[in-house]
Each structure stands twice: as C-alpha cells, then as structure tokens.
C-alpha cells in the first residue's frame, strides 16, 4: 500500500522507484509543488503548484493511483 514519506528538508514523497507513477512535492512557505513522476520521463517530470499541502497530496495520490 502506498503512503506519503515522513517530510525531510521539505520533501515528501508517495510510492516507490518501482510504481509505473509516483509522487512527490516540495513544501515551500506558502506553496507545494507537486511533481508527478512516472516511468520513462527521465528528468523531466511534470509539476503543478498547489496553495495547501492538503491539495497538493490528494492530487499527487490521485496521480499515482491512476484517477
């Protein structure tokens, strides 16, 4: 089962290198960035920015669970 990672230096991340699609998001003061990974994109992941951490997560494990 996937699970959000305990948040270091302000990133936290849901699902692992071995999921087709993961998530992870950069917490900044005000803002998260979501970016959302999946197999092949190399270093060129797409990123949206959210104004909650609550948001940003739900759209980061609606993302990785394929909806």
């Known amino acids: 089962m996937k699970a ?3 948040i270091y230096c302000g990133i936290t991340h849901y699902g692992s290198c071995d999921d087709h699609r993961r998530s992870s998001i950069n917490i900044f003061n005000t803002k998260a960035q979501l970016v ?3 197999r092949g994109c190399g270093f060129s992941p797409d990123t949206e920015w959210f ?3 609550d948001e940003a997560k739900a759209a980061g ?3 990785a669970n394929g909806k």
Request: without cysteine; charged residues 35%; negative net charge.
């Open 36 to 38: 959302r990974w999946w």
């Open 61 to 63: 494990e609606a993302w």
């Open 51 to 53: 104004d909650s951490l």
């Open 4 to 6: 959000w990672s305990e």
